[in-house]
Every structure is written in structure tokens, then in C-alpha cells.
């Protein structure tokens, strides 16, 4: 599966941003998808998860309660409502696909497949 990430922007704090992953293939709803992301200087985290039939996600502690991750799974696009946006929240967005959920909640034997990411900046 190919993976396409967009909708990273520069944002102030306090402001939203939606990303959206675009998967090729006729497979998409075979995938647990996650989105992980890289500040500068730092490693790569997860962020969120979704499980293939988008009943089951999971975040990371500090965007709980802020991000919303879903699916569509007819238009084979994962999403991530980000709010209530911190200067913290500044990094490298990646969308990740992988049949196992195992793997979409950890960098650790992490998923098989990444999306090319996208920036997104949130001003103080």
C-alpha cells in the first residue's frame, strides 16, 4: 500500500488542522492505520491509531482528548482532527499502515508502510 499524507500548515496556538492519509490499492480497509510524528532533534512518536474498521483507536497520552483519529474506509483516507494545538505539537506528521494493530502503536517493529509526511507548525 502507497500512502500520501497532506494538510500540515503553519497554525497558532489554540488552532486546528485536519491531516488526511490517501492509500492506494483496493486493500485499505485490510489496514490498522497510525499517525506517528517528528519534532527536530527528537525521535519519532506515536501519535494515534485506528484500528481496520476504525472501531478500536488509540492515542498517545499527551494529544488524548485533543486529536480524533477516523477513517473513511470507501474513500481509503485516514484522518486526524488535531485541536486545541500546542507549539509542542510542532513536527513531521506520518501517516503508517499495517495489518497488525500491534504495530501501529509503537516505533518499535513499527509499521510496514509510511506515508512521505507533512509539516505542521504551531506558533506561541
Known amino acids: 500500500v502507497q500512502l500520501q499524507a497532506s494538510g500540515g500548515g503553519l497554525v497558532q496556538a489554540g488552532g486546528s488542522l485536519r491531516l488526511s492519509c490517501a492509500a492506494s490499492?483496493?486493500?485499505?480497509?485490510?489496514?490498522?492505520m497510525g499517525w506517528f510524528r517528528q519534532a527536530p532533534g527528537k525521535e519519532r512518536e506515536f501519535v494515534a491509531a485506528?484500528?481496520?474498521?476504525?472501531?478500536?483507536?488509540y492515542y498517545a497520552d499527551s494529544v488524548e482528548g485533543r486529536f480524533t483519529i477516523s477513517r473513511d474506509n470507501a474513500k481509503n483516507t485516514v484522518y486526524l482532527q488535531m485541536n486545541s494545538l500546542k507549539p509542542e505539537d510542532t513536527a513531521v506528521y506520518y501517516c503508517?499502515?499495517?495489518?497488525?494493530?500491534?504495530?501501529?502503536?509503537?516505533?518499535?517493529?513499527?509499521?510496514?508502510?509510511w506515508g512521505q509526511g507533512t509539516q505542521v507548525t504551531v506558533s506561541s
Open positions: 503508517a499502515a499495517d495489518p497488525d494493530m500491534t504495530r501501529v502503536v509503537t516505533t518499535i517493529r513499527g509499521p510496514d508502510y
Open positions: 490499492g483496493r486493500t485499505f480497509s485490510s489496514y490498522c
Open positions: 485506528i484500528s481496520w474498521s476504525g472501531g478500536s483507536t
